[in-house]
């Protein structure tokens, strides 16, 4: 069986209009109907029969439908990754990330890449923590940088490159603002004002809370940070950020105060898919981060 007769039984086996699937295929109607008589030739039975004039798939020919469709499938999906490969090797990377990472310092890591590696082109995406890993696990980017360690290590290569405490945010004159360290306890007093649960920040603020049986209520649950900085100055609640962020401007409006729990953490963890090819360009970028993170 040749990849093109698999083509013409394919379309055939879905409009069963042996004209129609000819136009679809730019093919004669004669051309296709020899190509599926000498498949059935070769499979030794009927794949198609005509009932009151209609074209219909023998119980034979819906198997090798199943079939055929599955296998068809899995080479488009050879072809994209194939193509992903090429695209790789000709200096291209298609970089997941976590939203905020680029806005922070970590940017400099990839300026002084670029300025290293021109030939090398990233095109980042920057997602939700949850969707940046997802799309290393379904290859949608070769590599990805997440936030804390992935839900299916068994799916995904990390290594951990940068850590930051997770930090209270509140006005200079909030009762708590002249602590220099806080407690989740102590912040539960109060309101919280934090990312939503498609983010790893929510996700360890609320695992810390279960292990104290802390009950937390929540003012905003968000990716706005303008509503997350402006609920914070008009006392609406603790803002929950990430030291990551922490610059001497915020310190002349807000207290930025880091927690006392070790587990409170905003990790940046370099991950890709296990199984998925690594380009030279790929393998270039991961031992850069690496050696610039880990020292």
Known sequence: MELRQMIYFKE?????????????LYITPQ??????????RELNTEIFFREQGKLQLTTFGKVLYQEVSV????????????????????????ISCSHGILQGSFQRHFDLFKKQHPEIELEFIELP?????????????????????????????????????LCAVVPLDHPLAQHSTLTLKECSLYPLITKNRIFKIFETVDECAKKQNLHLTYALQSPNEV?????????????IGTMYYHHPKIEEELAVIPFEETELTWNIVLIRRKDHYLSSSARSLTEFLIQQCIR
Not at 137 to 153: F, K, M, R, T
């Open 227 to 239: 509503a997350w900085k402006q609920m914070v100055q008009d006392h609406q609640g603790v803002g």
């Open 12 to 24: 055939l086996s879905e409009q069963l209009n042996l004209p129609s699937a000819a136009r679809t």
């Open 129 to 165: 923590d949850f969707f940046a890993e997802q799309y290393i696990e379904q290859e949608e980017c070769d590599l990805g940088l997440s936030i804390n360690w992935p839900q299916h290590p068994e799916l995904l290569e990390s290594s951990l490159l940068e850590s930051y405490q």
């Open 71 to 94: 296998l068809l499938t899995e080479m488009t999906k050879m072809e994209e990754r194939l193509k992903n490969v090429a695209s790789q090797e000709n200096g291209k990377l298609r």
């Open 31 to 40: 051309a296709l109907s020899k190509s599926m008589r000498n498949l059935a």
